[in-house]
């Protein structure tokens, strides 16, 4: 918004109304009044609509003083968001003074929409209200969080007409909004001018070069300061923090130490955000033995920073401890949690988590359903993932991180097998980020799509979207997934040739994955030795999976052996080395290799499936016998078989070790994960229900085939995600067409 369209000269004096009204009683009366002693141990909004009913009953609501009180509770509570309430209860004010003007100004530039507050001021000014020196700082600080600098320019115009521009608390947030905006130099500028520089001033400076990457000119700043408080010492460790400088960050807070500055909350709060982002877990624990030390072991927010330490290192135990010990828990403990369970792919716990949450009756806001969308996705919890689309719809309008949950909303819905949903989203957005085209292009891949992701690509280009390196990664996964290899090497060169971007290893191991599918070795081997990089693990994996598909046993030896070297404790290559094998009827070397896992003492991933039925989430692994409906999945497992028999399905037993009897095998397969999960959707959904699984391996051949004739035997459109990619089956044929 502008302020240019309200004038800016100053309005006559008799306009001006800053005296209480005159039939406010004495003041001594009103400040000791039983209402307002009330209102500060109030903390919910239903308490608040109490008190104020009885300042109605009293006749205090009509006294500035008394209402300048309970529309600062509002704004200010940390208990509950009132700037809803504190709004209604304004407007009913007909002559509220400028405490109360300066008290909503505040409130509204402490809230998500701080630009609000900057229209809020223009009512003001228009109505003839002089602002003073308490007005600017809020202002200023709603333009350094809205990052709204034309409108910050012209709050520092108003500054220098109303005579504020040599008050200090003014002045330095005059810095600290240049700072913000990045306009570092008019930062500099108006400290320069300064006959006055105070360490508030220093710090407003220090944070604007450190929080941009100039920790050289933060540093600088910093020594000069005379008298270093702590606020100026949180800066300097903050900035460098941010950056990612956590040894600089680390260093400083020790020397702040030896300073014999005693820490506060916001340091704190700062290094252990510095050892849990670098992994430094034994420094994060001699911090919180210094915490426990010093008494602030209930610090609310501390002791969510120790949550976020543990959870991020690892040591979810001490983490979820921490949080099951405290007394009160603000929607900062429940995301902080779930936010690590998440990171460390503990997904079901997550969502428990976040259910529990919801039944404590607290609020989640973005950065929840930013942790928990991930772990709907994971799971394939599509229903939970819908009702947070309701939830955000309702309740998060003009949040900040809009566009970054619309994205989050489209991976979800990819992932879950809703790619129709993932694209109503993304068609829904009125502003897209590059993010938003990536992950609706990846979505589109991942779900055998190709042509609509090189449609989507076009599309972004003609509304002048530049590519980055994530957008050619979803394209060339895109002619993976759909063995396009001719599109796929033209992508490849345009990347390089027309958007001038280096390929980095995922780029290079979509095209070996391509060309390992084509039976172009070869040509595979070229690129690996023409790459400025090793190849990993993935992309030996990749070839060594091409060989088994093109029976190439001496080429799967020496992809084996360069899979083993780079990753020797994963069990994944012997098995797939032993596979291959068993398929070539090589027995002996199969029982050379499952010798060998046993004596590294490795065993094979089992094979997991997961299916949400009623918002439920319900894993199996092959064999499974656990479920409480175990004997209605495995009678329904018969009926399959039996069906699948009279369709002529015979099932490949070949990669199935050769000393199990032949009808053992079979029992083998029929008892896979996806098996399991198939059959528990049948007997748990009407008929004609879409089941949507989700694997934590590749699909197998043998279950591939079979799922295909369940979906024409069932009428039952069957969607399964597997490592690799997404398969509709419908009507007896996969959108994959054989090709993964």
């Not at 120790?306 to 040591?315: A, F, N, V």
């Not at 992508?491 to 391509?514: A, V, W």
């Not at 692994?621 to 329904?636: A, F, L, S, T």
Request: neutral net charge; contains cysteine.
């Amino acid at each position: 918004m502008m302020l240019s369209y309200h004038p800016l000269t100053v309005p006559s004096c008799h306009t001006f109304h800053f005296l209480p009204s005159s039939s406010d009683p004495p003041y001594d009366i009103i400040r000791s009044h039983t209402s307002l002693s009330l209102l500060l141990n109030c903390k919910t909004l239903k308490s608040l609509r109490k008190i104020h009913a009885q300042m109605i009953k009293t006749g205090l609501h009509n006294t500035n003083y008394a209402l300048s009180k309970l529309i600062e509770l509002c704004v200010l509570s940390p208990h509950f968001e009132g700037l809803t309430y504190a709004i209604s209860v304004f407007e009913t004010i007909q002559e509220p003074n400028q405490l109360i003007w300066n008290t909503m100004l505040r409130g509204h530039a402490l809230s998500s929409d701080p630009v609000s507050s900057l229209k809020l001021y223009v009512s003001m000014i228009s109505l003839g209200l002089l602002p003073n020196s308490y007005t600017f700082p809020f202002l200023l600080k709603s333009c350094a969080k809205s990052n709204t600098l034309r409108e910050g320019q012209q709050i520092h115009g108003h500054v220098l007409k109303f005579g504020y521009g040599l008050d200090l608390y003014v002045h330095t947030s005059l810095i600290s909004m240049y700072a913000q905006n990045g306009r570092l130099e008019d930062a500099q500028q108006v400290f320069d001018r300064s006959s006055h520089r105070d360490v508030v001033s220093y710090t407003a400076l220090i944070t604007g070069y450190a929080s941009r990457g100039y920790t050289q000119s933060a540093q600088k700043m910093f020594d000069e300061i005379p008298d270093k408080d702590v606020v100026s010492w949180n800066a300097m460790i903050s900035g460098y923090v941010e950056t990612g400088y956590y040894k600089e960050a680390f260093e400083l807070f020790e020397d702040m130490m030896k300073s014999n500055v005693s820490p506060d909350e916001s340091t704190m709060v700062t290094v252990l955000s510095a050892c849990a982002q670098s992994g430094s877990i034994e420094l994060g624990r001699q911090v919180h033995s210094w915490i426990d030390d010093h008494g602030f072991g209930s610090n609310l927010k501390i002791v969510n920073a120790l949550i976020d330490l543990y959870s991020k290192c690892g040591e979810v135990a001490t983490a979820c401890g921490l949080f099951e010990g405290m007394s009160y828990k603000d929607v900062v403990s429940w995301n902080t949690l779930i936010g690590g369970y998440t990171h460390m792919s503990l997904y079901k716990e997550a969502l428990l988590l976040f259910q529990e949450m919801l039944r404590s009756n607290e609020s989640p806001n973005d950065v929840t359903m930013l942790s928990i969308l991930p772990a709907c996705a994971h799971l394939g919890a599509i229903d939970i993932g819908r009702w947070i689309h309701v939830y955000i719809a309702k309740k998060l309008k003009g949040v900040t991180n809009a566009s970054s949950l619309r994205t989050s909303l489209i991976d979800m819905y990819a992932k879950c097998g809703d790619i129709e949903a993932a694209h109503q989203v993304f068609n829904s957005m009125l502003h897209r980020s590059l993010s938003s085209w990536n992950a609706m292009i990846f979505g589109f891949a991942m779900h055998g799509r190709a042509n609509a992701a090189f449609d989507l690509f076009s599309r972004m280009r003609k509304n002048g979207i530049e590519p980055d390196g994530i957008t050619f990664v979803g394209l060339l996964s895109a002619c993976s997934h759909s063995g396009m290899l001719d599109l796929g090497r033209r992508i490849f060169r345009s990347m390089t040739q027309d958007y001038n971007i280096t390929p980095k290893l995922e780029h290079y191991g979509c095209m070996i994955d391509l060309l390992g599918h084509s039976g172009l070795f070869n040509e595979a081997k070229e690129m690996i030795n023409t790459m400025p990089m090793e190849p990993d693990g993935v992309i030996w994996c990749s070839l060594l999976k091409a060989c088994k598909t093109h029976g190439n046993l001496e080429l799967a030896e020496s992809f084996a052996q360069n899979l083993m070297k780079v990753e020797p404790e994963n069990p994944g290559s012997y098995v797939l080395l032993s596979n291959i094998y068993a398929t070539a009827g090589e027995w002996n070397k199969v029982a050379k290799i499952r010798a060998l896992l046993n004596n590294k003492g490795m065993r094979k991933v089992p094979g997991g499936s997961s299916i949400e039925i009623n918002s439920e989430v319900h894993e199996f692994i092959i064999g499974d016998k656990v479920h409480p409906r175990n004997r209605e999945i495995y009678g329904m497992l018969e009926e399959m078989e039996v069906l699948l028999e009279k369709a002529g399905f015979v099932p490949d037993t070949s990669e199935v070790l050769q000393e199990i009897e032949e009808e053992w095998k079979e029992g083998a397969l029929r008892h896979h994960s996806e098996k399991l999960a198939i059959a528990f959707g049948l007997i748990s959904t009407k008929p004609g229900t879409k089941l949507t699984i989700v694997k934590n391996l590749r699909i197998c051949r043998n279950c591939h085939e079979a799922t295909k004739l369940i979906s024409k035997i069932y009428r039952r459109e069957i969607i399964a995600r597997d490592r690799a990619r997404f398969h509709h089956f419908r009507d007896g044929v996969c959108s994959c067409n054989d090709c993964w």
